[in-house]
């Protein structure tokens, strides 16, 4: 079977066993709670983010006087912010690594269902983005994995915010090596021209745009994306990143 129809039936299997059987937690196999494959003991146990930056999510330093770290109060960052659902660390990089690598898309719903309680809680009274773009992989490794996990994740958030998802608007044009491993400045380099928009890009007018990534670690590839898609506007454009966990190099934390 081809890769391809193996993927179809993998995912539809995925999705009636999620609408028939009774939830199961992801972690622990007990009960989940209703409507979520995770039991509120493994869900309270889960790493989250403390006081992140409004703009990027790093975590703030205790008595910090702002919202935003130094680097985001220097317009370091090209995004306007960014909401993760937890921390990068066990056992939620062993949920993203079942979810991207092992087809186990129960994980990644279950993120997914966390990052939109996320959302919901920082929204509130503020304007959703009007687009969710998912960040694209490059078409030969899409072939090898099967699914963009990043598409996946941008459909359950579509359908449950009502936001359209374009997954033809980015696309990755140059294969680059993994970043994990890289300094900051090499995942930059890494980047150059990584990315290419549609054509119809130009003729659109959205004010608000959403990146949605699974694990975020320096924002390279999204301040690579943002300026891209900011080029050659004249109307402000704000882009918000959406990703299930928000990683670090170490030093941890900012100013
Ligand atoms: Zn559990
Ligand atoms: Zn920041």
Redesign the pocket.
């Given at each position: 079977m081809s890769t391809r129809i193996w993927n179809l039936a993998y995912q539809w299997l995925e999705f009636v066993q999620f609408r028939l059987l009774p939830p199961t937690?992801v972690?622990?196999q007990?009960a989940g709670q209703p409507g979520r494959d995770?039991?509120l003991?493994?869900e309270l146990a889960l790493p989250v983010l403390t006081q992140p930056c409004r703009g990027c999510a790093l975590p703030l330093y205790a008595g910090a006087g702002s919202t935003l770290c130094g680097q985001c109060l220097q317009g370091h960052t090209h995004v306007h912010t960014t909401v993760a659902a937890c921390r990068y660390a066990e056992p939620v990089s062993m949920l993203i690594t079942r979810f991207k690598y092992q087809r186990q898309l129960a994980a990644g719903r279950t993120l997914t269902q966390l990052l939109l309680a996320s959302i919901d809680a920082r929204y509130r009274g503020h304007n959703l983005p009007e687009l969710l773009l998912p960040v694209p992989l490059h078409p030969q490794r899409l072939r090898q994995r099967g699914y963009n996990q990043s598409l996946l994740i941008c459909r359950d958030l579509g359908r449950a915010l009502h936001i359209p998802v374009d997954p033809a608007m980015l696309q990755r044009q140059r294969m680059t090596p993994p970043q994990q491993g890289l300094s900051a400045r090499e995942r930059r380099h890494n980047l150059r021209q990584a990315f290419a928009l549609a054509s119809s890009w130009q003729c659109q007018r959205y004010q608000r745009v959403a990146l949605i990534d699974d694990v975020v670690t320096t924002m390279s590839t999204v301040n690579e994306i943002a300026q891209l898609l900011q080029q050659g506007r004249e109307q402000a454009l704000e882009i918000h990143l959406w990703c299930l966990a928000r990683a670090w190099l170490e030093p941890a934390g900012q100013a």
């Amino acid at each position: 079977m081809s890769t391809r129809i193996w993927n179809l039936a993998y995912q539809w299997l995925e999705f009636v066993q999620f609408r028939l059987l009774p939830p199961t937690c992801v972690l622990c196999q007990r009960a989940g709670q209703p409507g979520r494959d995770l039991c509120l003991a493994c869900e309270l146990a889960l790493p989250v983010l403390t006081q992140p930056c409004r703009g990027c999510a790093l975590p703030l330093y205790a008595g910090a006087g702002s919202t935003l770290c130094g680097q985001c109060l220097q317009g370091h960052t090209h995004v306007h912010t960014t909401v993760a659902a937890c921390r990068y660390a066990e056992p939620v990089s062993m949920l993203i690594t079942r979810f991207k690598y092992q087809r186990q898309l129960a994980a990644g719903r279950t993120l997914t269902q966390l990052l939109l309680a996320s959302i919901d809680a920082r929204y509130r009274g503020h304007n959703l983005p009007e687009l969710l773009l998912p960040v694209p992989l490059h078409p030969q490794r899409l072939r090898q994995r099967g699914y963009n996990q990043s598409l996946l994740i941008c459909r359950d958030l579509g359908r449950a915010l009502h936001i359209p998802v374009d997954p033809a608007m980015l696309q990755r044009q140059r294969m680059t090596p993994p970043q994990q491993g890289l300094s900051a400045r090499e995942r930059r380099h890494n980047l150059r021209q990584a990315f290419a928009l549609a054509s119809s890009w130009q003729c659109q007018r959205y004010q608000r745009v959403a990146l949605i990534d699974d694990v975020v670690t320096t924002m390279s590839t999204v301040n690579e994306i943002a300026q891209l898609l900011q080029q050659g506007r004249e109307q402000a454009l704000e882009i918000h990143l959406w990703c299930l966990a928000r990683a670090w190099l170490e030093p941890a934390g900012q100013a």
